[in-house]
């Protein structure tokens, strides 16, 4: 409660109040337009940041405490309505610009095609990285019904901007025939149906690179992320992927930037599935970042 | 979506089976990609049509029975996600090629900006018409964050295709400044707050003239139609706008077309919105076709 | 309901179009009124099938596609509200004339009373086949509160018909002390608790014999499925679900026919219930019939 | 169900301990099993007396104070699930008790069709009474696809009993063509879409007389009462119930019993309907018994 | 999205930046410890802040902008959980700070107890001013079960501090026999379920004089308001309340101050109450702060 | 609250009659004031007696029937709103008596602070007795925002009153840094994230002793007890709960009381948590007591 300046409201918990003393920058994407099922992720990055509000600052998985890191929330990136093409480039220019700062830029969507932005404005600054994607669907799509800008497509665009060999997908249950051909034959790795045993292998192969991780909150079972817009059945435990983050956390990789996607608050009707996400991030700020 | 033979869907109650032998069609347009506030109006079309099962096949408001009108549920238009231009121009086919074929077009949406290519589809077939807009919010941006495609734009493109001496508003009690002066300048007619009793004055000087008329069901208080993307306190209850349904029955003007938007069931926890809508368009059919 | 011509409602996903090619029919059965705590699966059917169309097409369990199934969606038999004996009548003349017709049926419920009816008509033309049982309940029961047409008794009447040792129940975790003692003294096989790793000893010895299939959803945890009306604690997931799908699907016995019963909407607030159930029966039809 | 001692369960507030001591007793019949739509006024009586308890025990409608009034609450008849039959005949043969023990009956639905046995026995006791309904359907089906026991028959069957010119119906907003001709040409008295205005000339024509009267909560529009089986907009508020039950308190009428009926809290999210219905069985105790 | 300075996150729309320049300020009181049925009132003052971002800025009502005012949201004052003594000790400090600066309070809770310190930090200022109190519930108790710090007495002890004949009760549908009693001889005034009518009676009576307005949103019926603790049918609309604004706004009072309370968003499952809060709000700030 | 005779109220399922000849009392402690974020918890244990009319008697994992153990449901102790120091007063004193009678007291929850006072009281009967805490979170605190009285501070509480080496905390997977650091230095026992592999080694170490259990609800995932007010991903499920009850069912260990707390209903959309909660009641009931 302060009455001299402006008052500090909706923040993702123990944000540090000055952009140039971070380190790691987070930042919401609230867009859903391209989704072809149930929208409502728009709201996910102001709805984790209010239930942050009920978490503890110190992290028993991690002996670390919030303290530790110095991290900002900037914010949403004010996305045009129903205009994807203008929301991407938006994306790719912020991103852009809190690498040029050496931020660890630390997203929150909205639905997966924003992470496509993301991958080009890394492409910029790395010559070299991988993308390890924890997810329920393939995302391998080329186009959703004739839009290439789809909730659909953001690995398969991955696979063609960093090559196919540069990406890791796991926990996949659901896509279409031709996503499952593709992934068997193009080079790239897919783990189906598992996530934390297949990163015990994978992980030690990657040490040393860079690696840009990106999780879909839909892996979860929907018992434990109902508030999503695509729910598919099948799915793993918050434990479990509790467990990956901390598989990475205590890897020889270099996390160099992450997201975090479509939480749907609408149908997350005990806000179980925000909880959880504003939970994965701090695991993520503390284990991921310096 | 088909125009020739029976949807093979989810129909509205006692939908005739054949295209050809019905003088009004049904057709929804499941988009809310440009809507600002909460969207999920796109599965609108769907739900009026299953709980349409509960309704009565007869009115004692007009003591008509549903099977003295013929019409079509033709389905949704497959409109893309995430691309409103292609959405619009495929609305405002469609509704050409029903207009062509002498039906009346009766749409569900969908989020509002589907009324403009149905007005630009009228205007190709009709030289004058007039549109009677029931809303709470006046509709009357030039844009929207820079987007002219935008929920909050059709009645003063509206303005602009059809003049806006034709254009005639009711139950407007939110907009913008500016929207409220262009009303009082413009040549327009704008009734504030409320329906029933302006219509009673209106609607004898339209007599003989040929009428669009667009609801947005938020016209309504949210106490009668939670589920809607932005609901807008104050607002008249269901029997009024019943009445006003009744009031241009039984009024003089020559009904043309007709859509009913903005039902969104996600918030509509007790179905209660969409019941009232379907309702609603029941009374549309009996009253307003022949 | 029609037998040989397209049902012009919901159906489910890539539902073929014609009866008399299908090899498989899937039919619901809306009913839900001897149930003794919470009503409302009637409403189940509908309901999978509207969240069908959610589901990819293809499963990456199975390495199939729907498109390799011949399945005919006939809507839901309509069963008269509140009468029990001439709804189990119309549901055993159904199947009845599917069998006769050579179909496979694959029903939806509805309470577990409609198994029943199935059973009877299966045992018309099979001398000899085998119950799979997959349930949180026992059914066993001789009454209920006096009325021996109960969801609670549908497997107890099984036994009587096929001989309790063609009866084998899984997953059992709630019954009256009778239940469990009748299932340990009567030759009949009950695994209590656990699904997967009992059928991995029992179906080899099960291998070349006709299987009919029942599940209910309650045998998933109530964090799976929060949707039906006798929830019970301490259930699977519906991880072990799909993997006991799988196993049916793999083994050497001849599934012969199969249903799914308990969804209850109106529980299911992020209709994750739903959404399972739609999965398991798009991998039912790829796993179990031809 | 007990006559003679307290009910060991959840009652409503103030519910006095002694039956031989009490002039009314409220009773529940949790039976939904003919309902059309939506299930679930089974849980109504329990639900209403939850609720009860955030009642105040004065009104300030009546200057009244529950203490004036002697009334006990005898929980749930145990109806049987399932078996309209027996159901029916196990509510006559209660009422028919309370009316011999000189007991005002006050009771809970339950279904709308719990109202015929109630009739019943009321005519076994009365050569001589009239039925006040107040309703958004008519209820005068003479059957409900073939079921003569269905929730959409009991005013019909009323007329039958006691001759159409002792029934009036108020509030009506929904019904077959039929219904609406049978309530023009059989005698009875019914007045659409209104209820208090009607009232008020309708009651001095029966001053003196036995009056029976029945409130179906869906007479309420859904903004008041959207926790009910059959849902219909176009309703009265809670403030105009309240009135209709004043007019009635203050009328010259002899009211003989009362119910309430088709409260379903599964689609009562925040209680209202179910919070309006305690208060309104607390105003008829409070005005329409000594 | 600023990069160089805090995010001011969530306030309630348009708020001023500086304290120091504001006129008014907002200030919201999070407890709800003391309320005697269903707690969650201390989540109303931010749910109503998130949601005012769905509002327009400008009032057709009063063809006001909230550019036009200065005002400053000070976020929520820190209450300690559980301690209604020190909490209410806190609120009088801090309105007491507001007055002193010169500003005009205007308060969000919470329960109605925080009305009870305000009183006294006015009482402080202001010699002589007069409490409109607008409620469905009389709170003139004394005490409640034995705790003379609850939400059912705030409105006696302004009576106390006061004297009766500066309180004025509108809209009261529910209390005690003995509040009501306390109301008829005490010499305060209470208009039983009305606000506007009677508003327009007695506002002129007051013309000159310095008038504090609290509002219990439960003054709404639960139609209009289901997001409140202790909701009772029977109540005003929406609209009629905007109304009674607009009378006050009109009327020749001068209000020094304002609050509205009660607002309990978990039982508000469409968000209906705090968008109606929000908007009543924000005609407060247009029509009754300079 | 009585202690001699039945509650007249809502009761535990087949609670006993009469308090004097049963062993076992279940008492409700209606407390939620404070608790730092959601609350509702004092709805907790009328809700789990609601929902315990679904359970069946029998437990066919202890093979035992309610008939077994006697036991008398008490209803809730009166505590008054918002007075946290003279709740605890109550409970104490209540429990005391209770252990006075020789009871065995199985206390329903209400916020996690109900269990200090009967820690209280069972240390005045039992000179030497063993805390088994079952908790998501470590309630470690010494204070919560200064208030020594908060649902965070118990069992730093208990340590304090029977010594650290006398509390055993299994589950925890929240805190704050320095309670875990008390749990390393000060001589107590915590198990992080797991319950029933700890409990297996360390339940042989207690075999003989008295063993007080107290069983917060949110150490289950949000997927599994949604209706709680402090929900954190990464929980246990139902059944490895369940496994832990007959964990100490089977050990020598001498239980000599137990408590299950913070369930909150309004969160809890479909029921789940309580009627988990209930059976969980159900097998400590049946596993725990004689």
């Known amino acids: ?82 205009n994807p093409q203008r929301s991407i480039d938006m994306i790719e220019e912020y991103v852009g610009t809190l690498l040029e700062a050496g931020k660890f830029p630390l997203g929150i969507g909205g639905e997966h095609l924003v992470s496509w932005p993301i991958f080009k404005a890394f492409k910029k600054k790395y010559d070299d ?18 839009e290439p800008l789809s909730h659909s497509t953001p690995i398969r665009k991955a696979c063609e901007l960093l090559g196919p060999e540069n990406v890791y997908s796991f926990g996949i249950r659901s896509g279409m025939q031709e996503e499952f051909e593709f992934a068997k034959t193009s080079g790239m790795h897919m783990s189906k149906f598992e996530v934390a045993e297949p990163l015990k292998e994978i992980l030690p192969t990657l040490a040393g690179r860079n690696v840009y991780v990106t999780i879909d909150i839909d892996v979860l079972d929907p018992a434990h992320a109902p508030g999503t817009g695509t729910a598919e059945a099948g799915g793993i435990t918050s434990k479990e992927l509790l467990e990956a983050i901390m598989l990475i956390a205590k890897s020889e990789v270099n996390v160099i930037g992450a997201d975090l996607v479509e939480v749907a608050p609408v149908y997350d009707h005990s806000e179980q599935t925000a909880i959880a996400a504003s939970k994965f991030i701090r695991e993520m700020l503390l284990g991921w970042t310096k």
């Open 1 to 82: 409660m302060r009455f001299d300046e402006a008052y500090s409201g909706n923040v993702f918990i123990k944000s540090h109040g000055n952009y140039d003393e971070s380190d790691v920058v987070i930042y919401g994407m609230p867009m859903d337009w391209t989704v072809s099922f149930r929208p409502g992720s728009r709201f996910g990055p102001a709805k984790i940041r209010e239930v942050s509000l009920g978490l503890e600052e110190y992290s028993p998985y991690l002996d670390r405490h919030l303290e530790q890191v110095k991290y900002f929330d900037a914010g949403d990136i004010p996305l045009p309505f129903g």
């Open 129 to 146: 990285f991988v993308v390890i994607h924890i997810d329920a669907h393939a995302d391998l799509r080329e186009e959703y019904e004739g």
